[in-house]
Nanobody
């Protein structure tokens, strides 16, 4: 069974870059028809999809965040990462990594537990 675990700083200052890593165990990020995503939930709001990297290494981003978002992967460590630049307090949220099968996109079958990121000076 695949497991996902987010890691990274819990506090980021405004204008800086938020960097998170998702470590995947129980399955390779380069095999199978899977999409590896980042999703966030601001306080009191619904889930917002940020972007994904697929099994082939192709990326796609939420148009509303595209100019500030970069998703990459480290295949040797079976990890994928999120970088969100020029953050503001509005980027404060619980950030999740998740996996979806291409055939069931955008339904996510596996999630990390989430990590709180607060943007504050």
């Amino acid at each position: 069974q695949v497991q996902l675990q987010e890691s990274g700083p819990g506090l980021v200052k405004p204008s800086q870059t938020l960097s998170l890593t998702c470590t995947v165990s129980g399955g390779s990020i380069t095999t199978g028809n899977y999409i590896w995503s980042w999703i966030r939930q601001p306080p009191g709001k619904g889930l917002e999809w940020i972007g994904y990297i697929n099994y082939a290494g192709s990326t796609y981003y939420n148009p509303s965040l595209k100019t500030r978002t970069s998703i990459s992967r480290d295949t040797s460590n079976n990890q994928f990462s999120l970088q969100l630049s020029s953050v503001t307090p509005e980027d404060t949220a619980v950030y999740y990594c998740a996996r979806a099968d291409v055939s069931s996109w955008p339904e996510f079958g596996s999630w990390g537990q989430g990590t709180q990121v607060t943007v504050s000076s």
